[in-house]
């Protein structure tokens, strides 16, 4: 356990500084000096009514969240739900692939007496339905910037390198829910000596957090509607940084366009939170729109940066939990819907 503990502590320092050198490469090229400038120099109440739509967004993932465990048959405090929701993307925002999303349950079992089935099965679904979310609005961005692009080659390797594991991830999830695999797993390695005198809980919490997922499925056209009505703030919070740093030439639309290929690179597994592959992501297309590099490396600094710091509102329900409520969390697992 230690020597894994110690391999994931390596390759999450690796993942760190991998990010790190790609944003040192990106400020060495676009003139770290300008860059600065620009941040420097930025229009206070666009960055003012920027976060406002970061913040915006954060909470209506978190609304979307208390709708769902609605149709969950729970009746948990909307505002507690957005607050817990919130932390479980401040970790995320520090995770690779934004995996810290599913410590969410665990929170929401100490906070909001939620199973932890019942949980998972609400991350799960709505992972599942932003993963399809994203590949969609991507196919349609990549359309829609193919014009500006010279080689038609390197609209299909974006496709690929972009959308295909993000497709792959929400068929995963989605599997997770209505397909019989976990039941197979769980047959072949039954004689394992941790599972073994496990094997009816294990199974039982299978079934359960299947049956959960199902329920989930009912409330998928809200969540569907709020992961998009989110995905328009985030839009509308980079119109207005790229606004803050004098780019003039933009339109939401393409600040839509824009976020919704940039924002699928937070998944990539190479850093955390796509942390250096986001942000080349961002200063290659906004230069396609035309934007300088310098003006384009300033925005996405920014984007990262108060995209992360807005999420800090769910800190203290992340505190909150600790390690006792963590514990107990796992340990009441069977509770039943409040």
């Known amino acids: 356990m230690a020597v894994f503990a110690l391999r994931k502590a390596i390759w999450f320092a690796i ?6 050198a790609m944003l040192a490469v990106l400020l060495y090229f676009a003139d770290i000096g300008k860059v600065v400038s620009a941040i420097s120099q930025a229009d206070i109440l666009y960055l003012a009514m ?3 739509a970061f913040i915006s967004a954060s909470v209506v993932v978190g609304y979307s969240l208390y709708v769902l465990l609605e149709r969950m048959g729970y009746s948990p405090s909307a505002l507690r739900t957005v607050l817990v929701s919130i932390a479980g993307q401040l970790v995320s925002d520090i995770t690779p692939a934004r995996t810290g999303y599913f410590v969410t349950p665990l929170i929401m079992s100490g906070q909001l007496g939620v199973t932890l089935e019942d949980g998972m099965a609400a991350i799960v679904f709505t992972g599942a339905v932003q993963a399809f979310a994203s590949v969609v609005l991507g196919a349609i961005a990549i359309l829609y910037f193919s014009r500006l692009i010279a080689s038609g080659l390197e609209v299909v390797l974006l496709a690929v390198i ?13 599997s997770l829910i209505h397909h019989s695999w976990l039941n197979w797993l769980l047959h072949s390695i039954r004689e394992v000596p941790f599972v073994k005198p496990r094997l009816e809980q294990i199974r039982q919490a299978i079934s359960t957090f299947q049956k959960s997922g199902r329920r989930a499925t009912s409330a998928a056209v809200q969540v569907i509607f709020f992961l998009l ?3 328009g703030l985030n839009s509308v919070a980079l119109y207005l940084l790229s606004l803050s740093v004098g780019i ?17 690179t937070m998944y990539a597994f190479l850093t955390v939170a796509g942390l250096g592959v986001q ?13 300088s590099v310098e003006k384009a ?23 909150k939990m600790g390690v006792r409520t963590s514990i107990r969390a796992l340990s009441n697992g069977q509770s039943t819907p409040a």
Request: proline share 3%; with cysteine.
């Open 162 to 174: 972009g959308l295909v594991p993000v497709a792959l991830m929400g068929l995963g999830l989605f």
């Open 279 to 291: 942000e080349s992501m961002y200063v290659i297309l906004l230069g396609l729109l035309k934007a």
């Open 15 to 20: 993942q760190v500084l991998l990010g790190v």
């Open 297 to 319: 490396t300033a925005v996405a600094m920014m984007a990262r940066f108060f995209f992360t710091v807005t999420d800090l509102i769910g800190l203290p329900e992340l505190t």
């Open 248 to 264: 003039h030439g933009l339109t939401v639309f393409d600040c839509v366009m824009t976020y919704s290929i940039a924002g699928f």
């Open 50 to 52: 920027a976060t406002f």
């Open 229 to 231: 009505v989110a995905q």
